[in-house]
């Protein structure tokens, strides 16, 4: 086998690929907004275009590095002056680094013409959450339809029975969004838009007792040790551990609960939603 042309093959089809992944990345609608949507493109999420974009992308620096060892002599013939002497900074090299160093810098200060790359760019994502709408609040399709109701000031129960009545199949209130939406074939979106009219009275609003653990986590929720945030809501350590293992979840006081998360199979979403209901349902 040639490695050079197989090389310079796989250069070129991954050149490709990152070209067609980078103008669809450009107009992507931003994260919250895309997976709350279920935007695709060619059926493809923008999580799968973004690791799609990663995975070619390594390729190609592997391939990159394989063009400079295969074709070093010419590279080099690249940064030889008219004596024939190697010299880093030819002509064409300057010419070459001070376009680079233009669009770094450029980026960086936020000048035309790279400003008007990025601001076209905004403008794209910024049509997209005009179109699709914007979420409740940050990652709502991966809270449980429990969660998501009491945050959206929603009757579980009726919502339930709004989207059975539109014929979507829901197992009950401890499904997520996200879930109920990919068993149905809908975005997270429609989902929302189907139970709205399972909203409570504002007196039962008003009403309801709060709690001190929060209905929704805080930013950084993940890294957090147990120990921690059973500190900072006042909540008995050892009557948390109990209770969790009681609802399946095994964690310890120095685990963080992204780590509870994946040796229990959830997310740190689902060890908050377990905990949430340990909390609002005792005095601990």
Known sequence: MNMRKITSMTMLLSLIVLAINSIILYAVPEGRIAYWADWRFLGLTKGDWSAQH?????????????????????????????TRQIRVFTGPFNIALAATAVFIVGTYYNIPPMSTILDISESLKDSATVKYGEPPYGHAESSSLNMFAKRENLDPEKSVLLLREAGLVVKG??????????????????????IKPAALPEAVVKSSSSNRFPDAPESGWGKKKLSEACDEYGLKLDYIIRELGAKGVVAKADMIIKDIAEANNLDPMGVFEVMHEIAASSNC
């Open 54 to 82: 990663t995975t070619v992308g390594v390729l190609f620096l592997i391939a990159g590095i394989l063009h400079i060892f295969y074709n070093w002599k010419p590279i080099a013939a690249y940064m030889k002056n008219k």
């Open 173 to 194: 209130p401890e499904d997520t969004i996200k879930d109920i939406a990919a068993i149905n074939k809908l975005a997270p979106k429609q989902i929302h838009d189907l």
